[in-house]
């Protein structure tokens, strides 16, 4: 070998692609993404997410975490917070003075919520007025099937799960578009505006309520519609004021590929992170750190709210594992290290143009590790240290991951935003971790299978 050929094989670095590296992985991926597709089309929501998830943690042998209570190395707690967030714990070996290997996912996803007055008729036919959650790019949302989502409250304090549209045979529901023939005036909005937020409403019904000649019945298809909702729910009008009930696309997990090589599903960002998260927390079985995964509602909209990020909710609960300990729970976030799991936009030939291609993540060349967010100058990001993407990076090497480093778009061309700031806030190390996706925020996201399985690895290496 030349002295340059030399230099090249020892200075020089590039992310190999997990396909021509490590072919053999292709199976264990592939395996590993059954469970996860099947586990998308059980968990939409953040409330369907919490509750699949803490079926499989009871399984796996956690219980309710008990404030006060002294745990053992190997103990498994979880606790709920409202339904909509959820914390888990495996006890470590070294003390909690060590620190706690915190991982933290977000549950939300964008989509589209029901305003609280939301039902009305016009034309004769009825309509559900919403308001979207989360940044969404409004067109991609008309003229696609949509499920029905969430839970009401009645008025003598019975909780009613909703969900219309995902099971063989239920009917879906649809936000309309004009033809061609007659979207000139449309055609000439900025993309944008192609559908405004208040078009995006969602056709409900067209047949009235059943009555005689002689009657005369205001909004008789808005009063078919909530006879429906009646008999099966026990809902009225009013009780829309007690609900929560939100919009997702009504397609499955599955397979996109001649090769079978991608996960197409509504949700992954960042339903992806989450559930990595949570299986390579159930495997934890005797780890080094006692390890605290987060999975956290609202990241969306900012993260607001005491499901989300930006409330004390976790601080509480590691204040309550630090209380069963008996150690000082500032020393334990200064010695803690953090990964915020969320999704990275992977390059697109397709869209080249907003990227910059050597700090680009790209598809099948593994987990992802952005040193900061933000936009405008860093501006709203944790920028992890040279000391924590050394941590970080060794341990995915130790453990024989496949990783790449990503930035989110070229600079002045957008940016975005992880949880991660709100960690970091609380006096820890935090860097973010997770998959690259094509098509974020939109109904229908890609990922890579290779990609998805490696972020469980790294995960689990970072548990254990």
């Not at 060590?98 to 977000?106: E, L, P």
């Not at 939300?108 to 919520?113: H, T």
């Not at 599903?265 to 780890?287: F, H, I, N, R």
């Not at 094509?438 to 990609?451: G, I, Q, T």
Request: glycine share 8%.
């Amino acid at each position: 070998m030349s002295v340059a050929k030399e230099q090249r094989e020892k200075l020089i670095w590039e992310f190999p692609n997990i396909g021509k590296k490590a072919p053999e992985q292709e199976e264990k991926a592939f395996a590993y993404c059954e469970g996860y597709k099947e586990f998308l089309n059980a968990a939409k929501t953040e409330r369907e997410f919490v509750r699949e998830a803490v079926l499989r943690l009871k399984e796996a042998g956690y219980e309710e975490f008990e404030e006060g209570k002294i745990y053992q190395p190997g103990d498994k707690v979880y606790q709920i917070n409202r339904k909509k967030a959820l914390l888990m714990s495996t006890f470590g070996k070294r003390p909690l003075e060590d620190g706690v290997r915190i991982n933290v996912a977000h549950i939300d996803s964008p989509r589209l919520d029901l305003k609280p007055n939301p039902l009305y008729e016009k034309a004769e036919a009825a309509y559900f007025k919403t308001h979207y959650y989360g940044g969404i790019r409004k067109y991609q949302w008309a003229t696609i099937p949509l499920a029905m989502h969430g839970v009401v409250i009645l008025k003598d304090g019975t909780s009613v799960d909703i969900c219309i549209g995902e099971k063989e045979g239920d009917p879906v529901f649809c936000v309309t578009d004009l033809l061609p023939h007659l979207a000139a005036q449309q055609n000439e909005r900025k993309l944008k505006d192609g559908i405004k937020g208040e078009e995006l409403n969602i056709i409900v019904g067209s047949l009235p309520y059943p009555c005689e000649e002689e009657d005369s019945i205001k909004e008789p298809v808005k009063l078919l519609a909530l006879s429906i909702l009646n008999e099966r729910f026990g809902m009225t009008e009013k009780d829309f004021l007690r609900a929560e009930i939100e919009f997702v696309p009504a397609v499955k997990a599955t397979d996109v590929g001649l090769d079978r090589s991608l996960v197409g599903a509504y949700g992954q960002d960042d339903k992806v992170c989450a559930y990595t998260a949570l299986t390579a927390e159930m495997k934890a079985k005797s780890p080094e750190y006692t390890t605290v995964t987060i999975l956290a509602d609202k990241e969306e909209i900012g993260s607001v709210g005491n499901t989300g990020l930006n409330s004390d909710f976790t601080l509480h609960y590691i204040e309550g594992l630090c209380k069963a300990g008996n150690v000082d729970v500032r020393k334990v976030l200064r010695h803690s290290l953090c990964l915020s799991a969320d999704v990275n936009a992977a390059y697109d030939p397709t869209f080249a143009s907003v990227f910059e291609e050597k700090n680009s993540c790209y598809l099948n060349k593994g987990v992802v590790l952005t040193k900061y967010t933000g936009a405008r100058g860093k501006s709203g990001s944790n920028d992890a240290s040279a000391e924590t993407m050394a941590k970080v990076i060794q341990i995915m090497d130790e453990a024989g991951v496949y990783w790449q480093i990503g930035e989110l778009g070229a600079v002045d061309v957008g940016g975005g935003g992880t949880v991660a700031l709100f960690v970091a806030g609380m006096d820890v190390d935090v860097v973010d971790m997770g998959v690259p996706i094509l098509s974020m925020h939109a109904p229908f996201e890609l990922a890579s299978k290779l990609d998805i399985y490696n972020t469980y690895l790294a995960f689990a290496a970072f548990c254990s």
